[in-house]
């Protein structure tokens, strides 16, 4: 029989033949043999004929029915009987299993028999029994259409397995369930494998993460035998810590460090030889891109991977260049000083190394100098001196031997102040000596001297003492200053002018100068007459004789009093806010540095608190800025009552104010004062008119150490933190953590270039070849997006993805890729290129934001592709989330002819009860069940079965990832339809893609 011919069919052709044949064989009867006998057999044999063909029609179309449901029979067997997945069927009111699929039986341990006279709640482990049955009972009532979870059974030998069980029922015309059928799957070995791995990775994870060395582990990228980029494995916190570089698992040294290959070729080589050899090496290396010294052992665990133990010799290196810097520092000022300079033998006092400085000073060459000593270069008659000078010199009581005579070598005089100090080299005690050729100061002095009767007309204030400090002469400008008339200073010592706020040692130092050096200069605070402290500059020079003795004093005085209340005006405005003369953000600034460096010395904390008010420019708005102002000095009249001697409060502008906490023991000490600022804050401001204000503020703290070391990180930080409390609610404090800067700063800076980007036609979109594995045509392509940034050129998707869709740049994104990837595909059919299917990618939240059909339409309408050949992918998670809704727009898409597919199978929901419920035409295998064929036993069978489960629902099946001929092979012996991946070729730009389709 017909295999098209259905039951209804048969029977009309049956009662169409049976009624011509009547007919017929009436009329034909009639026609030949009227009246006759025969007749009546010949109707007699037509009835019984017509019997037996009844029977036989029957008995065909019984045979037939009988044949289709032994079919189905046997597929659901085939279905039952699954050999990876226990299946079972139990009643719903005893809860009795009426039907186990061999697979259960064996893990379970009973034969289908014993199973059939238990519960299976009987052999449920008693402490997941209760969620168990809580789920059941929610099914059963209709709450829930069914259920997964992982729960235990016990075994027949007392064992326990774990398990996930998903579970749905059957109900009749009433509601009412009939029977529960439940996929069993034995995950006991992946429960202890990852118990293993867990304990396994936690040991490792410990040692790895507490190395004090920074620890990478990589796996080398080598092209035709040359290494060529490397990707990062795994990194251990030293490593962050020691190079800065965070976020790096995953990607490879040339996304983290843009250019690193081409600046570090010889890393490429050392790592490269590494991982090809497996010999271990050391080696010290230089990263410009970091700006640092590293020290490498390197070693392999594995073929083409290696591990790089760095530690950071970064000061070890700066520490030998500050060494040679300082060496070649020394060099040059010692070459090129204006100032002569001897080294000589502090026991010998021989000359052992000259500049050129002091070889012209002299007249000898350095070879000459080398033959003398400190007797050769000065006159026989100061020797005496020259020498007790060169002694106290050596032992450290003097540095400096002013106004001494030197002998040149053509016998001439020069006058030199010398400095000097001790100096170890070797560990033997040498003298370098600084030599001033001071003969034209001499000469200039001298000539001053015969010129101090005009000292009256100076506007300083000059005084002129003798060898013990008596007033000889004094000028009309010093007795203004000090309000002494000249006949009550003549006779007296200066010191009638002490104020009292420099000390002895300040005075003795001071004469010790000039004594030694016949010159001091510097401020000194002295006393009027009228008992007014006032600063003056004070400049003091001895008088000496032509035979250089000492004969007098000369002071020169500059009254200072009005420059000092000008730079305090200055100061005082330079350093406070003018409205509530509080500390301004230069003088916070200076005085959290100092702060930050006495905690740090005492190893002790300290809290920064950032306080803003909350809703202040409403006030300003509202009710003037006289207002605003006036409450700001009420504020802080307010805030400055309650707080130590110590801390400061500065306000940085507008309505922002810092609060410095020095000595606290714990970041609660600057909760507790964020606390009661706020609680002062609550308090209602009353201002002179009566009127009544309520002001809050937000807080953000920062601690040091914890959270920065110099005052602009701590202040920073905490402003952070203020936002992060203005976010949460206001009126309330955060403290800061690395996150908070750290994430902001990154995601507004790719947010605003990401937007700049889809105006300025940044976006590219790249095609990867969809190949029948049947016979290795190209099919289709799945349409990629790619950013080429101008700075840090082409991004993959996975750095901004996810960016565009918090953002909802996500919508105008794939709204573009879907516009170009249609109107890419309507030029290559034009140009006479195969017709292929072109794969868009669509977000969760294209899909469900209501006008995705709309805009399909739409745009294939602009671009002229066929909706027929446009395929739009989507994830599991996208369809699952409104599954109703998902339905119907599935539906919509599909009644234009659009293909659709799963994409990522696997990873998500991979729910077979949702998934035929969906108007499919492709399930995508996700590349994480390929990378590991043929060498994981279980992501074979996973595919495997993926692709057995995609045919049975009717969908072609597309494997994702696929780069070896081995993985291919696989695929094709299991019957997959497509594939993609890296073994055909990787994602390319539209022209290069066009130039594999000609090609192929």
């Keep these: 029989m017909s295999k098209h011919l259905t039951p209804a069919g048969i029977a009309l052709l049956y009662g169409i033949l049976a009624a011509l044949w009547i007919f017929l064989s009436d009329k034909l009867l009639a026609l030949f043999l009227p009246e006759h006998a025969l007749a009546l057999w010949i109707n007699l044999f037509t009835g019984l004929f017509f019997v037996a063909a009844t029977a036989l029609l029957l008995f065909l179309l019984m045979r037939k029915l009988l044949r289709q449901a032994t079919d189905k029979d046997k597929q659901l067997k085939l279905f039952y009987d699954l050999p990876f997945i226990g299946m079972a069927i139990s009643s719903a009111d005893s809860k009795a299993w009426l039907y186990a699929n061999d697979r259960l039986c064996d893990m379970l341990g009973y034969t289908r028999a014993e199973l059939q006279q238990t519960t299976w709640a009987d052999i449920t482990h008693p402490d997941d029994l209760d969620s168990n049955i809580a789920q059941f009972e929610r099914m059963k009532a209709g709450e829930l259409d069914g259920y997964t979870l992982e729960k235990r059974f016990i075994r027949k030998d007392g064992s326990t397995i774990a398990a996930n069980i998903n579970v749905k029922c059957t109900r009749g015309a009433d509601g009412k369930a009939n029977y529960i059928v439940a996929l069993v799957d034995d995950i006991t070995q992946r429960k202890r494998a990852e118990l293993a791995l867990r304990k396994s990775e936690a040991t490792y994870r410990s040692l790895f993460d507490n190395m004090l060395n920074g620890v990478a582990h990589y796996r080398m990228i080598f092209r035709d035998g040359i290494p060529v980029d490397y990707e990062f494995i795994a990194v251990n916190p030293a490593f962050a810590q020691t190079t800065g570089l965070r976020d790096v698992i995953g990607k490879k040294v040339s996304e983290v460090i843009p250019g690193y290959a081409a600046a570090n070729p010889d890393s490429l080589q050392v790592f490269g030889k590494v991982a090809q050899t497996g010999e271990p090496t050391r080696w010290e290396h230089y990263l410009a891109a970091l700006d640092k010294w590293f020290s490498f052992s390197i070693y392999s665990p594995a073929p ?20 040679r810097e300082s060496e070649e520092r020394f060099r040059n000022i010692f070459s090129n000083a204006v100032d002569g300079i001897l080294l000589a033998d502090a026991t010998t006092k021989k000359f052992v190394m000259s500049n050129p400085a002091i070889q012209r000073m002299l007249g000898y060459s350095a070879e000459e100098l080398l033959q003398l000593g400190v007797d050769d270069i000065h006159p026989e008659r100061d020797l005496p001196e020259v020498l007790t000078r060169f002694d106290q010199q050596v032992n450290g009581k003097i540095t400096l031997a002013p106004n001494l005579p030197v002998t040149r070598k053509d016998g001439s005089i020069l006058y030199a102040d010398i400095n000097a100090a001790p100096v170890m080299i070797g560990g033997k005690s040498y003298l370098m ?74 005075y003795l130092k001071m004469w010790g100068n000039i004594r030694e050096a016949g010159f001091w200069q510097g401020e000194v605070w002295n006393r009027r007459k009228d008992g007014q402290i006032y600063p003056t500059w004070l400049a003091i020079s001895a008088v000496l004789d032509n035979q250089g003795k000492t004969t007098h004093y000369v002071g020169i005085s500059s009254d200072l009093s009005q420059l000092k209340q000008s730079e305090a005006e200055r100061e005082h405005l330079a350093h406070f806010d003018p409205l509530t003369d509080l500390p301004n953000r230069l003088l916070l600034q200076s005085h959290l540095t100092h702060a930050l460096a006495h905690a740090q010395r005492h190893r002790t904390q300290l809290g920064v608190l950032y306080l803003d008010l909350d809703r202040f420019k409403n006030i300003n708005d509202s009710m003037g800025y006289l207002i605003g102002d006036e409450l700001l000095v009420k504020l802080t009249e307010r805030l400055t009552m309650h707080m130590r001697s110590e801390d400061m409060l500065a306000r940085l502008g507008g309505d922002e104010f810092l609060l410095v906490l020095e000595h606290i023991n714990s970041p609660e000490d600057a909760a507790i004062v964020a606390r009661m600022l706020l609680e002062q804050l609550s308090q209602p401001f009353v201002l002179p008119s009566g009127q009544e204000i309520f002001i809050g503020a937000s807080i953000g703290i920062s601690i040091f150490p914890n959270d920065g070391d110099n005052a602009e990180q701590m202040i920073q930080h905490a402003d952070a933190a203020m936002h992060q409390a203005k976010k949460q609610g206001r009126s309330t404090y955060r403290f800061y953590t690395d996150a908070l800067t750290r994430a902001a700063g990154e995601h507004l800076e790719l947010e605003i270039r990401l937007r700049h980007a889809i105006g300025a036609n940044q976006l590219r979109v790249y095609y990867q070849p969809q190949v029948d594995i049947a016979n290795g045509h190209i099919v289709g392509a799945e349409a990629l997006v790619r950013w080429q940034d101008p700075e840090r050129g082409l991004i993959q998707p996975v750095n901004f993805i996810q960016l565009a869709e918090e953002t909802g740049l996500i919508g105008a994104i794939g709204e573009w890729v879907l516009r170009e990837t249609c109107r890419q595909g309507a030029q290559w059919i034009a140009a006479g290129l195969p017709f292929l299917t072109l794969a868009v990618n669509l977000s969760p939240h294209q899909f469900m934001r209501g006008n995705i059909v709309e805009l399909v339409s739409k745009v294939l309408t602009e671009t002229g592709f066929p909706a027929d050949r446009l395929e739009l992918e989507l994830t599991e998670s996208a369809l699952m989330a409104q599954e109703e809704d998902a339905v119907k727009m599935l539906h919509l898409l599909r009644a234009q002819d659009i293909r659709l597919a799963i994409d990522d199978f696997g990873t998500g929901y991979s729910s077979l009860a949702y998934l035929k419920r969906f108007p499919l035409d492709i399930l995508k295998i996700d590349k994480s069940f390929v990378d590991d064929i043929p060498f994981h036993q279980d992501d074979m069978e996973i595919a495997a079965t993926i692709i057995a489960m995609g045919h049975t629902l009717g969908f072609k099946v597309l494997a994702e990832g696929v780069e070896t001929a081995e993985q291919l092979g696989f695929l094709q012996a299991k019957g997959c339809d497509l594939y993609q991946g890296y073994l055909t070729s990787p994602p390319l730009p539209a022209a290069e893609f066009e130039k594999l389709l000609r090609k192929k």
């Design 304 to 323: 083409g991977e290696f591990v790089v133990v760095s530690d950071d010799i970064s000061e070890h290196k700066r520490a030998e260049a500050a060494l």
């Design 433 to 506: 000596g600084f030599f001033r050729d001071i003969t034209d100061r001499k000469q200039t002095e001298d000539a001053l001297h015969q010129a101090a009767t005009v000292f009256e007309h100076s506007h300083n204030g000059i005084i002129i003492t003798d060898l013990d400090g008596n007033i000889l002469a004094a000028n009309q400008s010093f007795l203004k200053h000090t309000g002494y008339s000249e006949a009550e200073l003549l006779g007296k010592n200066p010191r009638i002018l002490h104020s009292g706020r420099q000390g002895r040692d300040f």
